[in-house]
Nanobody, 124 residues
Framework: QVQLVESGGGLVQAGGSLRLSCAASGRTFRSYVMGWFRQAPGKERMFVATITSGGSTSYADSVKGRFTVSRDSAKNTVYLQMNGLKPEDTAVYYC??????????????????WGQGTQVTVSS
């Protein structure tokens, strides 16, 4: 069983930055594919970014060039650095872990474990 705990959300003005953290339990963290998703009120959960065990990353077009995903296997933690935040980035952000790599990394159903989410609000 894997537990994921997100932190770092909050209220920020447009153009500002936040760094989200996701702390994971379990010895096999370093082998997991880790993803970040977000869900705005009344909308579906959407892919934001993913990072493989080897450090390869992929991003949604809407965040490319502004967000950076990274991981620290020694700390069992994955990060999402968010710069140049926009009001449309407002959402609950979720961390997720997949036991194995899938080409469908943007599909939430491909992930096995989820955190509880952290709210990010960007004011205009």
């Amino acid at each position: 069983q894997v537990q994921l705990v997100e932190s770092g959300g909050g209220l920020v003005q447009a153009g500002g930055s936040l760094r989200l953290s996701c702390a994971a339990s379990g010895r096999t963290f370093r082998s997991y594919v880790m993803g970040w998703f977000r869900q705005a009120p009344g909308k579906e959960r959407m892919f934001v970014a993913t990072i493989t065990s080897g450090g390869s990353t992929s991003y949604a077009d809407s965040v490319k060039g502004r967000f950076t995903v990274s991981r620290d296997s020694a700390k069992n933690t994955v990060y999402l650095q968010m710069n140049g935040l926009k009001p449309e980035d407002t959402a609950v952000y979720y961390c997720a872990a997949a036991v194995s790599w899938t080409i469908s990394y943007a599909d939430p159903s491909r992930y096995d474990y989820w955190g509880q989410g952290t709210q990010v609000t960007v004011s205009s």
